[in-house]
């Protein structure tokens, strides 16, 4: 995509996600295939408005800007904006979200 700014629309986050490491402390390639069904990481940089209801209530969206965020393998689409790998994912597609240290309903 070309330089710009953008922003996800309806309840989809774009999130960043690092890269993956490809050689262990050893020296050891590791292939892709090690960590197939594994979960996925990242952090929600850009955050949609929210999904809208069939009554046309706005239902707001329960991530919020520079959260750490997990995800599945498969979720989301890869996009490259200013040279930067992100991945487009909706918010039902993210399975747990960093909560801060107070929070009293978190496990940890």
Not at 60 to 78: H, S, T
Request: hydrophobic residues 40%; proline residues 6%.
């Amino acid at each position: 995509m070309s330089e710009g700014t953008y922003r996800p629309m309806s309840d989809n986050v774009l999130v960043r996600v690092p890269k993956k490491e490809t050689m262990t402390s050893g020296g050891l390639h590791i292939p892709e295939s090690a960590d197939q069904g594994k979960p996925q990481h990242g952090v929600a940089v850009a955050i949609g408005p929210g999904r809208r209801l069939e009554t046309g209530e706005l239902l707001p969206m329960l991530i919020v800007q520079n959260q750490e965020v997990l995800f599945g393998q498969y979720a989301g689409i890869p996009v490259e904006i200013n040279k930067v790998e992100y991945l487009v994912i909706r918010q039902d597609d993210i399975l747990l979200a960093k909560e801060e240290a107070n929070a009293q309903d978190a496990v940890g």
